[in-house]
């Protein structure tokens, strides 16, 4: 596979940010690199953005080779389609052949394959420089923000494939309704299709990690902002320092594109202002009176929300089959994102608002939002996206991937509305990371004490060193008055606690990035009466 470096004809990386993009002792070019590709090695391939771009890598003939220190659920799939992948790291694991190694920012400097890439002359780069150079002949859609990234996402791409296209995407998660998390195309044995109707330009649809700046590896034809404050600061060290990540990334728009943003969201709002006045075409939506994309009205009903919107052609009816009113957002997000992507090409992104130019797409608003519900397959939610792990005594048990307090705060309320006036929310809280931790002790706090009861788990250090300043009770100290937190010491804690407090009617929700995950089953094998 031969490619243009993905920083071609793109500005420089500024000095203002932190990006893993720029050379180092692990991210040794920030490019794919000029000339052939044929065989690439993924280290830690098992996540699920490095299973990504090995997906897509095998979709697109390359051999794929990998590595991770455990087995998990990405790795089945990919071995299946051929990747030969090793537990455990090893040097030995690059065969003669590896013309390029990938590596995240979770790799380190002194990983034995990082270490014997360097040595053999091999580019190693991260993950969103192969993700940019395996999409590079693609109009991008990239979606990016504190939260919904993954949701968001997805619903644009089964938006695509219900309005007649056939997107490729990648994604930071698994999503059911896709079959995988990434792909060049809906069928990954069929060809690309050609012929009337079809884009000059094939399209694709990608989650743009903020955490680590690497999204500027990107220049996309229309970008989403579904909502921008502060997190990740163990990695960019304040708020106005990622701020600067995100402008940055606005100015590697492709010519003619466009940023959409919520108009609800302060830090993606003024995104859009400072954006605006630097001559970039902005498109809004929210409840806000003057967004682009309107907010009439939003109804729960039992498979999921009904939602009445204005555009640029007029009102617009949106069935979702999911809950909350984050998920009405990101739906709209994807339906604006859309379009945005659909009429830069040829049109210019300033029609996207224009009625005329809406009109005389072949890609008509009401089509693409019939198709987030009735399309190719609706949307449904994405794995640990309120995810019902179970009913047990009449108690519904959800996993979410719920890590920041905003996060944390509308699963919450979606919740409490699915209760009502009588039911309990019961919430289990993994923190993950100490440094997030201890930045968000009070906003966590008071997130989490809107639901009924709390049990706060020890912190997830995920890459970070343990902290013994920073643990559950970092957050229940800070509670407000009213509020039921309780701190735990341990993870086994969290089943019992559960199964004693639960009644039938109430609500449970399993809310972490971590490993919280693997403490569901006790908790419903607990609400049982089961030992767990």
């Known amino acids: 596979m031969t490619a243009r470096a993905a920083s071609d004809d793109l500005p420089a990386l500024p000095d203002g940010v932190r990006t893993m993009l720029r050379r180092g002792d692990v991210v040794t070019d920030s490019a ?94 991260h993950r969103a420089a192969a993700l940019a150079g395996l999409l590079q002949d693609r109009r991008l859609l990239a979606v990016a923000g504190t939260h919904g990234k993954t949701s968001t996402t997805a619903m644009a791409v089964l938006a695509l494939r219900g309005a007649g296209g056939d997107p490729a995407w990648a994604l930071g998660a698994a999503v059911p309704d896709l079959g995988r998390n990434a792909g060049l195309r809906e069928d990954a044995g069929s060809e690309r299709p050609t012929g009337e109707g079809v884009p000059e330009s094939p399209l694709a649809v990608i989650e743009a990690d903020e955490s680590d700046g690497s999204f500027l590896a990107f220049a996309p034809s229309a970008l989403v902002v ?58 809004t939506y929210g409840r806000a009176s003057g967004a682009d994309w309107r907010l009439l009205e939003e109804t729960p ?21 999911v809950t909350g009113h984050h998920n009405v957002l990101n739906a709209m997000g994807a339906l604006a ?33 019939r198709a987030l519900a009735t399309g190719v397959g609706p949307f449904t939610g994405a794995s640990r996206r309120f ?78 060193d343990p902290d013994p300043a920073v643990d559950a009770r970092t957050i229940t100290d800070r509670a407000e008055p009213g509020a039921v937190l309780h701190a735990l010491t341990d993870r086994a804690e969290v089943a019992p606690s559960l199964a004693a407090a639960a009644e039938d009617g109430d609500i449970v929700l399993m809310l972490g990035a971590g490993d919280i995950v693997e403490a ?5 094998a607990a609400l049982g009466g089961e030992q767990s």
């Not at 701020?243 to 830090?267: E, I, S, W, Y």
């Not at 009903?301 to 089959?321: F, K, N, S, Y």
């Not at 049990?455 to 250090?461: A, F, I, K, L, T």
Request: net charge negative.
């Open 387 to 464: 995810d019902l792990r179970g009913v047990v005594r009449g108690v519904p048990v959800f996993d979410d991937y719920a890590h920041h307090p905003r996060e944390v705060e509308a699963t919450i309320v979606a919740a409490r509305g699915i209760v009502g006036p009588t039911g309990r929310v019961l919430v289990a809280f993994q923190p993950h990371l100490y440094s997030r931790t201890r930045a968000f002790a009070g906003d966590f706090a008071r997130a989490l004490g809107q639901a009924d009861e709390t049990w706060v788990m020890p912190v997830y250090g995920a890459r970070e």
């Open 226 to 283: 579904t909502n921008l404050e502060a997190d990740h600061l163990d990695f960019h060290g304040d708020e106005a320092t990622l701020v600067a990540a995100f402008d940055a990334l606005v100015d590697r728009l492709a010519t003619g594109g466009a940023l959409v943003v919520c108009a609800d969201d302060a830090g993606a709002a003024a995104l859009g202002e400072r954006s605006s006045a630097r001559g970039v075409d902005v498109l």
């Open 337 to 369: 994102g859309c379009l945005a992507l659909l009429l830069a090409d040829g049109h210019g992104a300033a029609d996207v608002a224009d009625p005329a130019a809406v009109s005389a797409s072949t890609s008509d608003p009401a089509t693409i939002a």
């Open 32 to 125: 794919w690199p000029q000339g052939p590709v044929r065989s690439i090695h993924v280290v830690r391939i098992g996540g699920a953005g490095m299973s990504a771009v090995a997906r897509l890598a095998l979709e697109a003939g390359l051999a794929v080779s990998g590595s991770d220190s455990q087995d998990g659920q990405f790795i089945g799939p990919l071995r299946a389609a051929g990747a030969r992948i090793g537990i455990g790291f090893d040097a030995g694991l690059l065969a003669d052949d590896v013309d390029l190694v990938v590596v995240s920012t979770a790799v380190r400097a002194d990983n034995v394959e990082v270490i014997a890439a360097r040595e053999r002359g091999i580019p190693v780069i």
């Open 520 to 524: 569901t089953p006790g908790v419903l």
């Open 301 to 321: 009903e039992a498979t999921g929300t009904h939602a009445r919107i204005a555009g640029p052609v007029g009102e617009i009816e949106l069935d979702l089959h």
